[in-house]
């Protein structure tokens, strides 16, 4: 074996941004899913109708859909490092060092992308550095890897998949 599993000389694989999406894509699908099957099960409908504000009542499940999308982020996240569509992509969130991130981080991350997720990804590809990381994921510290022979060290070189 090389020096990469002794820690000298170890690599991180940081994900493609075209792996990132799609795991996000593969959890927006699931948890959209699950929001308008808990809406339907609410109010026995999931039509849209003008409200009294001349507001699309649509625009309301923006709220409790962004918290489901934030609950669930930190805790899979959080617990396992992978949320479901992470774990299909071979993709893992960790802090910068490659160990567990702490929950303030995830915490962090998780916001960036229930809330704000088109400021943050445009931001990130602006001020974008070699860790290929969001602005949400700069602030918690964390980055997203490929999870092959995934080292945990100190020593490490990022290298772009």
Known sequence: MSNERNGSDSKIILAK?????????IDFVIISSLSTMIIFLSFGSIYYEFDDAGLWAENIQYIPASILFFVYWIILEYKTGQTIGKKILNLKVVDIKGGKPKLTGIILSSFGKSFLLPIDV???WILT?????????KLGDTIIVKIKDFPETTDLKYVKD
């Open 122 to 124: 445009i931001l990130g």
């Open 129 to 137: 550095n070699e860790k290929r990381q969001r602005v949400f994921n």
């Open 17 to 25: 941004w075209i792996d990132r999406f799609l795991a996000w894509l």
